[in-house]
């Protein structure tokens, strides 16, 4: 079974800062990707970084990046000079590549408020 | 705009009866995903189908059913509905599989479900 945790209960930056979302995960696939997607209070769901589990360099799109510590389980999401915009629930995600694991598991979310 | 649509966007409905949520992926996408998110359960993958075959399940109830049609749309239907089933529900659609397992799923605006 695939598990994500995301422990932070809110977090809150000071606007051009950068800010870490954590984010750990369990699973027993060798081969597993991971995505960090934003829900803003809109509701939609707007994917921003994957990071697959060989790969051997970080994630970068852009103003975010992914901290990929393998051994010890954790991705998490690097947003560089936040702006007022990034204000929003961020969710971490996980999918094996075999059978039941194949889909995606999501974390509970974390809230990031971006203050001016 | 992530390329994949949703209606109804807002559905309002009683108690024990059923609903038919509809769902467009992206074009050249094969894969359909369906997700429930509430407040207190997060967000559930429930199914996913592939060029019309049911691939995956999740947590999804009896009383829910979905199919993929030959132009790759799908439908979820809901019936005999409990004030439980009040949640966003999500339609994700990813391409076929690219190279490094890479296929992020892209998000429809969601279909906010209430049910009185």
């Known amino acids: 079974a695939q598990k994500i945790t995301q422990t932070q209960p809110g977090m809150f930056v000071q606007e051009k800062e950068a800010v870490t979302l954590d984010c750990t995960y369990d699973?027993?696939?060798?081969?597993?990707?991971l995505f960090w997607y934003k829900q803003p209070s809109s509701g939609e769901m707007i994917f921003l970084i994957y990071?697959?589990?060989?790969?051997?360099q970080n994630a970068t799109e852009g103003r975010y990046s992914l901290n990929f510590q393998k051994a010890r389980k954790s991705a998490n999401l690097v947003i560089s000079a936040s702006q007022l915009g990034d204000s929003a629930m961020y969710f971490c995600?996980?999918?094996?590549?075999?059978?039941?694991?194949?889909?995606?598991?999501f974390g509970k979310g974390i809230t990031l408020s971006v203050r001016p | 705009d992530s390329g994949v649509t949703q209606t109804p966007k807002h559905l309002i409905t009683a108690t024990g009866q059923r609903v038919t949520l509809r769902c467009s992926p992206r074009?050249?996408?094969?894969?359909v995903y369906w997700y429930q998110q509430s407040l207190d359960q997060g967000l559930q993958f429930l199914i996913q189908?592939?060029?019309?075959?049911?691939?995956a399940k999740g947590n999804i109830l009896e009383r829910f059913s979905a199919q993929q049609f030959p132009d790759l749309h799908s439908e979820l239907n809901l019936s005999s509905l409990e004030l439980g089933d009040s949640a966003l529900y999500f339609c994700?659609?990813?391409?076929?599989?690219?190279?490094?397992?890479?296929?992020?799923?892209?998000f429809g605006p969601g279909t906010r479900l209430t049910v009185l």
């Open positions: 994700a659609s990813s391409a076929p599989g690219l190279a490094g397992g890479r296929d992020e799923q892209f």
């Open positions: 995600a996980m999918r094996g590549y075999t059978g039941a694991n194949s889909k995606l598991t």
């Open positions: 990071q697959g589990s060989y790969d051997q």
């Open positions: 074009s050249g996408d094969l894969s």
């Open positions: 189908y592939y060029n019309g075959e049911e691939r």
């Open positions: 699973t027993s696939d060798p081969s597993y990707g």
